[in-house]
């Protein structure tokens, strides 16, 4: 006889899975690994939905519940749980009596069952005196916006009448995008396949290969994806092939390829000699499982950009794609846990990698050929001072114009978008073409 399976409780995988992100582990492996647990495509929907609004507005509860506690708690599971109750009522919007019940089930879930009672009070306590906390929370900007201080002094020096729409861009869901592959389908044939299973989809101008899901849902049901015939990727991103202006028989470099999805544009674009290069080996798996997915070839291979010596087989590119390490401060709306993780002396380093990489690459584009350097960046110190640091002192190099339509002209070199900006994330590229 087979026994049937225990459930999850799904508030208490989510209150685990977020005191591990708060401890630094990624809010997307966790996820994937939470999820894992879960059969009902509802409650991994849920779970998806707990983690990322409660990392996204972690800075503003988690200062709620110490308003709250008359003792901190020494058990980060329980902690998580009570901004997990609160995000429940506040940014979910759901019925009180329902929240509250099925968090305090969720400490017993957890084996914390002597803290159930601890959980009721607290949330209802939090019910009662809700607006008094909410004055409170509100009269400093990090618990306002719930982002961090240097990340707010960051984007106030860089872009300060901007601050307020970028901070609350950060703080919306992102609309789903997803690339059509055109050498499988096409855009109106897909409309019509979502179409028929009830998935409302549309166009945005401007961008030839995307179509536009409001509501988020998992993709892998979508009809259309083991096909391979669209796959997840920005607006913003889905502008790095036109940029590179790629046609058949071209040598052409990812220098930062994982997870793929850029590789994988350039295939769809035209006829080209690829190599994927990303200095992770635990992730060039998952490159060669998006090309595969999607029908498409290249060679696939470890190296460090920064050092070609070591993967460089001495014959050079005619186009070279660098999406660049860097901050991610325009995509925080899709991975708010970029907010808890990323610090302010984190940057040196950055800009110094990405300086490195442009030096080291430069001398392997082909004379004639192009470069476009991406970060999905809305820091200056990576895009526009990077871009005037690369430049200066380059005979060979020639800034080309980044014409993208309604994109700003950053200050020295290239074009940025800001976070919720024509419905993109917040992503910056510059063109340079090498002499002859």
């Known amino acids: 006889m087979t026994l049937p399976e225990k459930s999850v409780d799904v508030r208490a995988e989510a209150a685990h899975s977020l005191a591990l992100i708060v401890a630094g582990e990624s809010l997307r492996a966790v996820f994937a690994a939470a999820s894992s647990k879960l059969r009902d495509p509802r409650d991994r929907a849920l779970l998806s939905s707990l983690l990322h609004e409660s990392a996204r507005w972690w800075l503003r509860y988690d200062a709620a519940v110490n308003a709250l506690l008359e003792h901190p708690l020494r058990e980060p599971q329980l902690h998580a749980l009570l901004v997990l109750g609160i995000v429940q009522l506040e940014v979910l919007k759901m019925p009180e009596y329902a929240a509250v019940a099925a968090t305090v089930e969720a400490a017993r879930s957890l084996r914390r069952p002597k803290f159930a009672g601890l959980i009721n009070a607290i949330l209802r306590r939090w019910l009662r005196e809700r607006d008094a906390v909410i004055l409170r929370l509100d009269a400093d900007i990090v618990t306002r916006s719930a982002h961090p201080r240097w990340i707010i002094d960051a984007l106030a020096k860089d872009w300060p009448a901007e601050l ?28 019509a396949l979502f179409g028929q299973a009830g998935r409302a989809a549309r166009i945005v101008d401007g961008c030839e290969s995307a179509l ?194 309604g994109w700003r002209r950053a200050n020295g070199a290239g074009a940025q978008n800001l976070p919720g900006e024509h419905e993109m994330d917040g992503f910056f590229y510059a063109v340079v073409d090498k002499a002859n």
């Not at 200095?279 to 490159?287: A, S």
Request: aromatic content about 4%; hydrophobic content about 45%; charged content about 25%.
């Open 164 to 191: 307020p729409a970028i901070l609350a861009s950060n703080n919306a869901q992102a609309p789903l995008w997803l690339r059509i592959n055109r050498r499988r389908t096409t855009r109106d044939a897909l409309l």
């Open 212 to 405: 536009v899901l409001d509501e988020s849902t998992d993709v892998t049901r979508l009809p259309g994806y083991a096909e391979g015939h669209f796959s997840v990727q920005d607006g913003a991103a889905q502008h790095a092939a036109d940029l590179l202006a790629l046609r058949d028989g071209q040598r052409v470099l990812d220098a930062c390829a994982a997870p793929g999805g850029k590789s994988a544009h350039i295939l769809e674009t035209a006829q080209v000699d690829l190599v994927a290069l990303d200095r992770d080996t635990q992730r060039l798996p998952r490159i060669r499982e998006n090309l595969d997915r999607l029908g498409l070839r290249a060679r696939v291979c470890a190296g460090d950009a920064a050092t070609p010596s070591t993967w460089w087989d001495g014959v050079r590119f005619d186009r070279i794609l660098l999406d660049a390490p860097c901050s991610a401060t325009g995509i925080i709306r899709r991975q708010p846990d970029i907010k808890l993780h990323r610090r302010a002396t984190d940057m040196a380093a950055l800009v110094a990698a990405q300086s490195r990489i442009l030096a080291a690459l430069w001398p392997l584009l082909a004379p004639g050929g192009r470069l476009v350097y991406a970060t999905c960046s809305v820091l200056s110190d990576e895009n526009a001072r990077q871009m005037a640091h690369f430049l200066a002192g380059r005979d060979d190099a020639r800034l080309q114009d980044v014409a993208l339509a």
